[in-house]
């Protein structure tokens, strides 16, 4: 059976690599997403999200830093920045929870500055937000 830690850095390696259906299969049936504005539920209400987070990540330009990483028992938390040709993720964290080698809850949250976009002091307007 896979460690929390090692599920994590499975999964982060299938995004890197832009595998789509390894970063799914990193989760459980049932598994719940939570994001700002809503929760998915189940691989293939996760899908269309993924899809559109590893196309941005493949742009070329696109670079990510990890600043934290911390696993304990089920739990796994990340913290970390990206820039891509889009978005500038000034700050972002995952949280995690791994059971029997699959993840079955993570939540995410970032600061996410798109670029080309009017901003006011550099914050995005909250109603842009909810559309990201």
């Not at 830093?65 to 000034?90: H, P, R, V």
């Not at 949250?109 to 909250?126: H, R």
Request: glycine share 6%.
């Amino acid at each position: 059976m896979l460690t929390t830690q090692q599920v994590i850095t499975q999964h982060l390696k299938c995004f890197s690599e832009h595998d789509l259906d390894g970063v799914l299969a990193d989760y459980a049936p049932d598994a719940v997403l939570f994001v700002p504005g809503e929760s998915l539920r189940g691989r293939d209400a996760m899908k269309a999200f993924f899809q559109n987070l590893i196309a941005e990540f493949a742009k070329p330009g696109a670079t990510f830093s990890m600043k934290q990483q911390c696993f304990q028992d089920d739990y796994g938390y990340i913290l970390w920045s990206a820039e891509t040709a889009d978005n500038s993720y000034e700050v972002a964290t995952d949280t995690f929870v791994v059971q029997n080698g699959k993840i079955v809850a993570q939540s995410f949250a970032a600061k996410i500055v798109p670029k080309g976009l009017n901003t006011w002091n550099g914050i995005v307007p909250p109603s842009l937000l909810c559309m990201l």
